[in-house]
């Protein structure tokens, strides 16, 4: 079947600490995003990508870093530098970039808490 | 800039209850539209898009929407609720230079009563 994995489930940082979420799809889809949702704001784009070895800041990418060294995998890192990172952070994919009729999937999400 | 509007933050209906969910949008141009539901914990999944040609779009589970271009809206309707249709939903533009990037309502929490 396919589809988007994001592990792990639930992760828990500490304060200073980076943590990498993983995203990895098996749909051959160029184009890959990441989300942040919080109670009561929807979803606000992170970054995304639409090839290997480019991405683009999204609405809210201070804080946060990707790669996209190959096409299935879109890791994001939350770094220290992001003072407020407890959220539930979701990863899509869609064919690519080249046209709004072409929707997102996405995955389970990753619920990212402070201790 | 692109935005949407749920101005329902809540709402709760009957099992077979008929259901409407109001979805206003702010673009320019010719809108690409989406619904999506989400269930406690879980990602979104898509009930149906609008891209243009007829205004009102079929989707899965039984869903309908209706695009209103004079009203900027984009409406989600079900005859006949289900108490497995309680989620979460989410209606979204498609922003940018390729319409891809999803600006996303604040969501309306549906709860099903029996």
């Known amino acids: 079947d396919g589809g988007i994995t994001q592990s792990p489930k639930y992760l828990f940082r500490k304060e200073g600490q980076n943590v990498t979420l993983s995203c990895e799809q098996n749909?051959?889809?160029?184009?890959m995003y990441w989300y942040r949702q919080d109670p009561g704001q929807g979803l606000r784009l992170i970054y995304y990508s639409q090839i290997v070895n480019d991405f683009q800041k999204g609405d809210i990418a201070e804080g946060y870093s990707v790669s996209r060294e190959k096409k299935e995998s879109f890791p994001l890192t939350v770094t220290s530098a992001q003072k407020n990172p407890t959220a539930f952070y979701l990863c899509?994919?869609?064919?690519?970039?080249?046209?709004?009729?072409?929707?997102?999937?996405f995955g389970d999400g990753t619920r990212l808490s402070i201790l | 800039a692109q935005s949407v509007t749920q101005p329902d933050i809540h709402i709760t209906v009957s099992e077979g209850a008929s259901l409407e969910l109001r979805c206003n949008y702010s673009?320019?141009?010719?809108?690409?539209l989406f619904w999506y539901v989400q269930s406690p914990g879980q990602g979104l999944q898509l009930l149906l898009k609008y891209f243009s040609g007829d205004t009102l779009v079929q989707g899965i589970k039984g869903f309908e929407a209706e695009f209103k271009r004079s009203q900027s809206s984009f409406n989600l309707r079900k005859p006949s609720v289900h108490w497995s249709d309680a989620a979460e939903y989410f209606c979204?533009?498609?922003?940018?230079?390729?319409?891809?990037?999803?600006?996303f309502g604040a969501g309306t929490i549906l709860r099903v009563k029996s």
């Open positions: 899509a994919s869609s064919i690519d970039l080249g046209g709004g009729n072409q929707p997102q999937h």
């Open positions: 979204a533009v498609g922003a940018g230079e390729y319409g891809n990037k999803l600006v």
């Open positions: 749909l051959n889809h160029d184009a």
């Open positions: 673009y320019g141009a010719t809108p690409y």
